[in-house]
């Protein structure tokens, strides 16, 4: 048994009743640091100091046991879950984590923060076409909605999935030269001289010394909490689960006749394709990057850009339908301005790229000519997909104090 302590930034490792102090086991127990489960509440002299800058309640939010329907507890939603075990979701760890994520001190030039491009209205995505960071330059690509970021079972994140994990990805915009703009060598003494941080960090993970891991670990916390439960589609959802083949979901009783329609639509298909096949994990992602037939020749070539390999070029990652409806525009490029544009491409649009993935052809042999699947939906089918696309809206989630601006 190994038991550890923080004092001044020097660790002391017991280890089986020998004392040793060493540098050396620094890095091993950073790598193992696990955020406090046992803080429930800060106290009154750290509230004195963080409500000098933030609106955090004394007792913490519960970011850790949230109520969630069982869809989101089962065994597929275990499955797909890329919690690591060196970093479960705490309390105090999401709190940290949420304070970093709306600190615009982790630009360079103060001016930026992770909110900025990732809107808690915006189904933490941004509703323009691409985003502005620290010195007014444009992002490559259109921002992703973070909802439900802890279910890619590949865990492997951005639309090209060039990070491999969710801890590792938050610390990219941080450096990244047209989001954040901040050496990551930086980040740390930066932090460290904020009145507020030595006292989170602290409560977090029992040392007032701020580390880029322990940024990381809490960032990634606070991302993977944002898990939104309380849909029409889920309420309607629980009423009917278990759902033993999704090919086969059931109308829900809460939905209108429309609604059902949708249903229909998105999970039994139309001429044998459906949305399900990539979009239908209870939390609505998929873990392989995909092409959708948006163009026949790219301009962006997505994990192929990262991988090389020509079966990659013009995949991107699927992310995550969760209120949806507010997260426009849509695609990796945002070309699309509406719900409605979505599903007039899938029905009347789809390009038959060499990748487009085989649930939009005629056939899935290579060896065949295969065409695109024309899912030549008509307008009453048209309306009713965008229906069910709107069910999967959780307004709650959407107003949650507890994932909005702390700052005062
Ligand atoms: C200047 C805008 C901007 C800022 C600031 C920014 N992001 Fe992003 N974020 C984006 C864009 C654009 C993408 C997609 C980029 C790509 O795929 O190449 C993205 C992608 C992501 C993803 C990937 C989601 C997925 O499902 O793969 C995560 C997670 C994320 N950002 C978290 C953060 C965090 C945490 C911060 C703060 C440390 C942050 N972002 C700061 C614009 C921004
Ligand atoms: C072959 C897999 C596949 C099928 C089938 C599929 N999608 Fe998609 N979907 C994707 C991929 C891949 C993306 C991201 C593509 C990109 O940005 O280049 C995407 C993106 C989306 C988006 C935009 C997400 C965002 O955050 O911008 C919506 C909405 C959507 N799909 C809805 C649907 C609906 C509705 C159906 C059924 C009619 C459907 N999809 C069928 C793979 C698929």
């Not at 075990?85 to 360079?108: C, E, K």
């Not at 938050?170 to 006292?199: A, F, N, W």
């Amino acid at each position: 048994m190994k038991a550890s302590n923080f004092i001044n930034g020097k660790v002391i490792c017991i280890h089986l009743m020998v004392l040793i102090i060493s540098v050396g086991c620094n890095n091993d127990l950073e790598d193992a640091l696990l955020s406090r489960s046992d803080a429930t509440h800060f106290t009154n002299e750290e509230m004195a100091i963080l409500n000098q800058n933030l609106n955090l309640s004394q007792i913490l939010d519960n970011y850790a046991n949230q109520d969630l329907p069982e869809h989101y507890s089962g065994p597929e939603a275990n499955e797909s879950d890329n919690t690591p075990d060196n970093n479960p979701i705490t309390d105090i760890g999401a709190t940290l984590g949420r304070v970093l994520f709306y600190d615009p001190a982790l630009s360079v030039n103060n001016r930026v923060s992770c909110a900025s491009c990732h809107d808690q209205d915006e189904a933490f995505s941004d509703n323009r076409l691409t985003s502005r960071g620290v010195n007014g330059q444009r992002t490559r690509r259109h921002s992703m909605s973070l909802i439900n970021a802890g279910f890619y079972e590949n865990a492997a994140f951005f639309w090209d999935e060039r990070a491999l994990t969710l801890e590792e990805q938050v610390l990219m915009p941080i450096e990244d030269p047209t989001e954040m703009g901040l050496d990551l060598d930086d980040l740390s003494p930066k932090l460290q001289q904020l009145d507020y941080y030595p006292v989170l960090f602290n409560k977090a993970f029992g040392s007032p010394d701020v580390s880029n891991d322990k940024i990381a670990k809490a960032l990634a916390q606070f991302v993977r909490s944002m898990q939104a439960g309380n849909s029409k589609f889920d309420r309607g959802l629980s009423q009917v689960w278990p759902v033993e083949n999704e090919e086969e979901m059931p109308n829900f009783p809460n939905f209108t006749a429309e609604e059902n329609m949708g249903i229909d639509i998105f999970y039994r298909g139309r001429n044998g394709a459906t949305c399900l096949y990539c979009h239908g994990t209870p939390q609505h992602v998929n873990d392989i990057a995909k092409n959708n037939g948006l163009d026949l020749v790219y301009d962006d070539n997505g994990k192929g850009e990262i991988t090389g390999l020509a079966e990659d070029m013009a995949t991107f990652k699927v992310p995550s339908l969760r209120n949806i409806a507010h997260s426009a525009p849509y695609m990796h490029d945002g070309r699309f301005e509406s719900l409605r544009e979505v599903v007039d491409h899938y029905s009347d649009n789809v390009q038959n790229h060499p990748n487009l993935n085989f649930r939009l052809k005629t056939s899935d042999d290579p060896s065949e000519d295969a065409e695109v699947l024309r899912l030549n939906f008509n307008e009453t089918e048209k309306q009713a997909l965008v229906a069910f696309l709107n069910t999967l809206t959780d307004d709650t989630f959407a107003n949650d104090p507890k994932f909005s601006d702390p700052f005062r």
